[in-house]
């Protein structure tokens, strides 16, 4: 054996014998002197997790615990620093404040004040999340939107339009008194409420005193905090009451599994120079007081409410500005604003992403938002049902990237190409005036980005949409080989300024139709005037799914999508991924996600169906692989 090798079994062997368990209890079992084992428990997680060394694991009892914590220690490859809990152990990542409320009848009937020293970004009412304002976006005389939005008349009047049916309730943190408004109007929205809404004309305005309130820290202290620490594991615990659940940054191969994360504006954030992160068998969820099922009535005052006058967009995972090539699969985000979601950024930023098997339900925006460079991102063989728009196609860069095999169910929009970049709102101190701007990552400008879309089965209102595409459009995105149940084929907004007509490259595509919308009349003529779709096929029949009024997309054997597909492992210069030589059968492939005779899988898979698949947690990247990473970028932390 040669020395360098004997010299890594030996260090191998050094781990495996060192590595030991920690164990923490809720006190009066657990205590602060404690040796930390299991007859002996520590009672602080971070005490426990600060004696972790590589190959540790610190296991959490059953109970909560008020804290906030960070991996101080990290792993080596087959031997992570490992944060795991028993059935029932929660890590609660609210202040553990006691709340004093008093009535505030100066600012509108049925608003409360209570001081709280620690700035709020998260309230939660029994469980539920309510929507808060922005403090500098509401201020009487400087509303970044006018009048109707500031701040007191939002307490009194609701949003304008619904009122309080759609909202229910706000909450406001005021920096400077370092002061929590909160009203509660209305009880929370039920899940089986119907969709036509419920009645809230007349105000409950619910005492806060007599309910389990907590108020949570920004997304920058978040429950668990990985930085600076290769490989840690967090497994198997339930993460809430933050604004963020897990923060990742300037780390290797770490891994969140297992775990239950919300409430939470930002279930798990994979921030700067996180490298290689694998995110599986997560629950994550929001979960707000108010309406948040796109096709219910009034939920658009909901998203207006956090755009205009909130914090925007929440996340259930959140990729921004990191080294890349996460692996992110079979987790279940429901009741949440947006799914899954890459930021703006520039070249070798967020790239290699392997986004599948993944299930999102019931979100008020986007189920995922393709921003960025997206260089060799796939994002494959999800669920995406009850989105505003399931998959937002968000003015990329460069690509490629692949988006396929998803099934797309009961969305207000399935697949959208949206021309606009992000943008920053900055008020001019000097005039008073609200100034946007794109955000300065990535291009300013819209780029030809390259986009494959394919064998997907989608079943919103109009196949694809247009918003806000202008210029060059999307000249190299390529839509073969899909299923659309819809009402027209393709449909540019915004009404006062549509897009322009499509450009994209697609074909052997098909479109069936659902009800009488008379725009379908010009869908087939339309599409072959501008040279797409002219092997697809337009039909008013069945789109032959086994049971659509049970989300069964599963195809029968008199469906139209049999055997219309192109063989896509070589209608382009190399096969695209999931099409490689014998990846069908029969004459051609079937449209859509579905072949004929696969049935509707289960998603998220078994975990016990993918154990060879799934390499254990601190074994990915191999030791190897991991040696090319960058050096660290203190200057991002």
């Known amino acids: 054996m040669h020395y360098a090798a004997r010299l890594l079994a030996f260090a191998l062997l050094l781990t495996t014998v060192r590595a030991a368990t920690i164990h923490v209890a809720p006190p009066p079992l657990g205590r602060p002197d404690a040796a930390g084992t299991a007859d002996a428990p520590l009672a602080s997680v971070q005490a426990a997790l600060d004696r972790a060394a590589a190959g540790d694991t610190v296991r959490l009892r059953a109970g909560v615990y008020r804290e906030r914590v960070a991996f101080k220690t990290g792993g080596r490859h087959n031997a992570p620093v490992t944060l795991e809990g028993e059935p029932g152990a929660i890590l609660d990542g609210s202040y553990p404040v006691r709340i004093d409320w008093e009535p505030a009848p100066d600012i509108a009937p049925g608003v409360y004040r209570a001081t709280v020293a620690e700035p709020v970004r998260l309230v939660t009412v029994e469980g539920r999340s309510v929507t808060m304002l922005r403090d500098d976006w509401v201020q009487p005389g400087r509303a970044r939107h006018g009048a109707d939005w500031e701040y007191p008349t939002l307490f009194r009047d609701g949003i304008a339009g619904s009122g309080w049916s759609g909202i229910r309730a706000l909450s406001l943190y005021q920096f400077r008194e370092k002061q929590l408004l909160l009203r509660l109007h209305s009880r929370a929205v039920s899940p089986d409420a119907p969709l036509s809404g419920e009645d809230t004309s007349v105000a409950l305005d619910l005492d806060p005193r007599e309910l389990a309130v907590t108020v949570g820290p920004p997304p920058d202290r978040p429950v668990v ?70 096709k219910a009535h009034a939920s658009w005052d909901l998203w207006t409410a956090n755009k205009r006058g909130g914090w925007s967009d929440k996340h259930g995972i959140k990729i921004n500005g990191s080294l890349g090539g996460h692996r992110i699969h079979d987790n279940f985000i429901h009741h949440h604003w947006d799914g899954i979601s890459v930021s703006p950024g520039d070249r070798g930023t967020d790239g290699g992403l392997r986004v599948h098997h993944n299930r999102l ?161 010009g869908s087939e003529s339309q599409a072959h005037a501008l040279g797409i779709d002219r092997h697809g096929i337009f039909t008013t029949g069945d789109p032959g799914f086994a049971d659509i009024a049970a989300g069964n997309v599963s195809l029968r054997a008199d469906s139209p999508a049999r055997a219309r597909g192109a063989d896509l492992s070589v209608l382009f210069s190399k096969p695209l991924p999931g099409c490689e030589p014998g990846y069908f059968t029969g004459p051609a492939p079937d449209a859509g996600a579905l072949a004929y005779g696969q049935a509707l899988p289960q998603i998220p898979r078994p975990r016990t169906s993918i154990e060879n698949e799934s390499p254990p947690a601190g074994t990915w990247p191999d030791a190897e692989t991991a040696a090319d990473r960058p050096a660290k970028d203190s200057t991002r932390r």
């Open 361 to 521: 339900f019931t979100l008020v925006d986007d189920g995922f938002e393709t921003n960025g460079a997206q260089e060799d991102c796939h994002w494959n063989d999800n669920l995406i049902d009850g989105a505003l728009c399931a998959i937002r196609l968000k003015a990329p860069d460069y690509g490629p990237f692949y988006v396929y095999r998803n099934i797309l169910l009961n969305n207000k929009e399935d697949l959208r190409n949206f021309g606009r970049k992000d943008n920053v709102h900055r008020r001019d101190p000097r005039t008073g005036e609200w100034k946007t701007t794109v955000t300065g990552k990535g291009s300013p400008e819209i780029l030809p980005a390259v986009a494959y879309i394919y064998h997907n089965t989608g079943t919103s209102p109009a196949a694809v949409v247009s918003n806000a595409v202008y210029g060059i459009g999307v000249p190299d995105y390529h839509y073969f080989n899909n299923l659309f149940w819809c009402e027209v084929w393709w449909r540019g907004v915004p009404r006062a300024n549509p897009s322009i007509p499509p450009n994209w490259k697609g074909d052997h595509n098909v479109y069936t139709r659902r009800g009488d919308n008379p725009a379908w009349a």
């Open 225 to 294: 905090l990985i930085d600076g620490t290769d490989r840690c594991v967090v497994r198997g615990l339930t993460l809430r009451n933050a604004a963020t659940g897990v923060l990742i940054r300037n780390s290797l191969g770490s891994v969140v599994e297992d775990c239950v994360i919300g409430p939470a504006e930002e279930g798990i954030i994979l921030g700067a120079r996180a490298d290689r992160a694998t995110l599986r068998f997560n629950e994550i969820f929001w979960n707000p007081w108010g309406e948040n099922r796109p």
